[in-house]
């Protein structure tokens, strides 16, 4: 299981931006974290023609599925969904993992027993503007 912001785990950051100019300001190597809306899609062709990795944080399966296709490195959500997004991405083999959004590590261990990927605490997430 993938943990992301656990205060005693070294791991990768997400770096939260909502425009072209804002990737500018993350470090070279950064993966990205995108909110689904209609204006992402330019974010993400951006991000794919540069060879950039992203992450993007969904709402439901639809959006999952989609953010699938477009290549994302993670995909995360809320516990509400995580079940029904992890089965379809056990069943048709994503590349990308599923991330739920925690606040507690007491979460921690409920979601290991549902199967989820990981769990990303709001530590591991850097807006930036």
Do not use: W
Not at 2 to 14: C, R, S, Y
Request: proline share 2%; hydrophobic share 45%.
């Amino acid at each position: 299981m993938l943990l992301f912001g656990h205060p005693h785990l070294n791991n990768e950051k997400l770096y939260h931006v909502s425009s072209i100019e804002a990737i500018g300001h993350t470090p070279s190597n950064a993966c990205l974290l995108f909110s689904y809306n209609e204006e992402v899609f330019e974010l993400i062709s951006h991000a794919r023609a540069n060879g950039i990795a992203f992450a993007l944080d969904v709402s439901n399966l639809k959006e999952a599925l989609i953010g699938e296709n477009l290549d994302a490195k993670y995909l995360l959500l809320s516990e509400e969904i995580c079940v029904r997004v992890q089965k379809a991405a056990d069943n048709y083999l994503f590349d990308a993992r599923i991330l739920v959004h925690i606040h507690d590590e007491d979460e921690i261990e409920n979601l290991a027993d549902r199967g989820i990927d990981g769990a990303i605490f709001s530590q591991a997430i850097i807006k930036i503007s």
